[in-house]
């Protein structure tokens, strides 16, 4: 009981003292302490922690409103004496104070203890979050490309500050949305024959719907899920970039039409570059390097065993048995290429 009242205690006696210090204690003169961040939406103030992520600079940590942190910052000197001589050389020590009642030594080490204490209160406090006008624009760019990204094309964003107390401030971020798009039609122009199968074949399974919000990440998981399906069906060639989705104009009340193209595949050779139709590709050789490291990169592998389409290489003596080895290989000799298989046996 004794030790709960003896934790409360000083509890309120820290919460006292950090009450009465001075919150803008290190802020510098032509500054100003962040105090607090709002967000009005079409004129409302928004509590939504997911639209306040795209704000770049936060005010100090509160616990039950009070910033802790800043106070236990604000208790030590981010200056502090860097050496005993410096500490000698203050005011403090300047009058005598310790040499009439301590030795050198004593003294010594009450210079470590303060700088101790120091240390550990700039250590575990939260120095003083200023308020930053390039901070503040980039957070409002920000919140204007979220609100972009989501299908409000027509989006505006802008922030002003207020002085709210001596040397604090707060921010208002303000967002004008408009009206929010969404897909109509969607269709696909194709040039490869396998792909444009490949594709209608599992068209159901499209992240990209009708009458859906046009937002930014959907496409990219439809990019993402088309990459996925075509590598897995043997179409080694194909890559991110080498599809694009095209929008109309506004067709409608804020309805937009969506194509996704697909051209052949651009391919080089020497300086010509000409387009080809993607084709499923299958497995020749499947080499496996057992003891394979940078150092030996260039050098000529000493033993080799073919096994049912494998070949295993080895720099020194081959050390394990190829009947095992294959046991771990998802990649077969003649079958259609896949990323996942290739991921499996890595």
């Given at each position: 009981m004794f030790k709960h009242l003896t934790k409360i205690l000083?509890?309120?006696?820290?919460?006292?003292?950090?009450?009465?210090c001075n919150t803008v204690k290190y802020v510098p003169?032509?500054?100003?302490?962040?105090?607090?961040?709002?967000?009005?939406?079409?004129?409302?103030?928004?509590?939504?922690?997911?639209?306040?992520?795209?704000?770049?600079?936060?005010?100090?940590?509160?616990?039950?409103?009070?910033?802790?942190?800043?106070?236990?910052?604000?208790?030590?000197?981010p200056e502090y004496y860097k050496?005993?001589?410096?500490?000698?050389?203050?005011?403090?020590?300047?009058?005598?104070?310790?040499?009439?009642?301590?030795?050198?030594?004593?003294?010594?080490?009450?210079?470590?203890?303060?700088?101790?204490?120091?240390?550990?209160?700039?250590?575990?406090?939260?120095?003083?979050?200023?308020?930053?006008?390039?901070?503040?624009?980039?957070?409002?760019?920000?919140?204007?490309?979220?609100f972009i990204s989501n299908g409000f094309f027509e989006a505006e964003t802008s922030f002003d500050t207020t002085i709210v107390k001596d040397k604090q401030l707060e921010i208002y971020y303000r967002i004008k949305s408009?009206?929010?798009?969404?897909?109509?039609?969607?269709?696909?122009?194709?040039?490869?024959?396998?792909?444009?199968?490949?594709?209608?074949?599992?068209?159901?399974q499209s992240v990209l719907k009708p009458n859906n919000p046009f937002i930014f990440d959907e496409f990219e998981k439809e990019e993402s899920r088309l990459v996925k399906l075509f590598r897995n069906s043997g179409i080694y060639h194909f890559k991110k970039n080498s599809m694009g989705f095209w929008t109309d104009s506004v067709q409608g009340d804020y309805y937009k039409d969506i194509v996704l193209k697909i051209p052949n595949r651009i391919k080089k050779e020497g300086d010509s570059t000409y387009k080809i139709?993607?084709?499923?590709?299958?497995?020749?050789?499947?080499?496996?390097?057992?003891?394979?490291?940078?150092?030996?990169?260039?050098?000529t592998p000493h033993d080799s065993v073919a096994y049912n389409g494998y070949n295993f290489y080895s720099y020194g003596k081959l050390k394990y048995k190829p009947k095992h080895l294959t046991n771990a290989l998802f990649i077969s000799p003649k079958e259609i290429y896949k990323d996942l298989e290739a991921d499996l046996t890595r």
């Open positions: 000083f509890f309120v006696l820290m919460l006292i003292l950090f009450i009465r003169e032509e500054d100003y302490l962040l105090k607090k961040n709002n967000v009005f939406l079409n004129e409302e103030k928004s509590t939504n922690d997911k639209i306040k992520s795209y704000i770049k600079q936060r005010p100090n940590q509160t616990t039950l409103g009070v910033p802790l942190q800043l106070h236990f910052y604000n208790l030590g000197d050496t005993f001589e410096d500490w000698q050389a203050g005011e403090t020590v300047k009058d005598h104070t310790y040499e009439s009642l301590l030795s050198k030594k004593q003294t010594f080490a009450l210079f470590n203890i303060n700088k101790g204490f120091n240390s550990w209160f700039i250590t575990k406090g939260q120095a003083p979050i200023l308020f930053d006008s390039h901070k503040a624009e980039k957070s409002a760019k920000s919140l204007k490309d979220y408009g009206k929010q798009y969404y897909l109509d039609s969607i269709s696909a122009e194709i040039e490869s024959p396998i792909l444009d199968s490949l594709y209608n074949q599992h068209k159901e139709p993607y084709k499923i590709q299958r497995v020749n050789r499947i080499n496996v390097y057992t003891d394979f490291t940078i150092k030996n990169k260039n050098k």
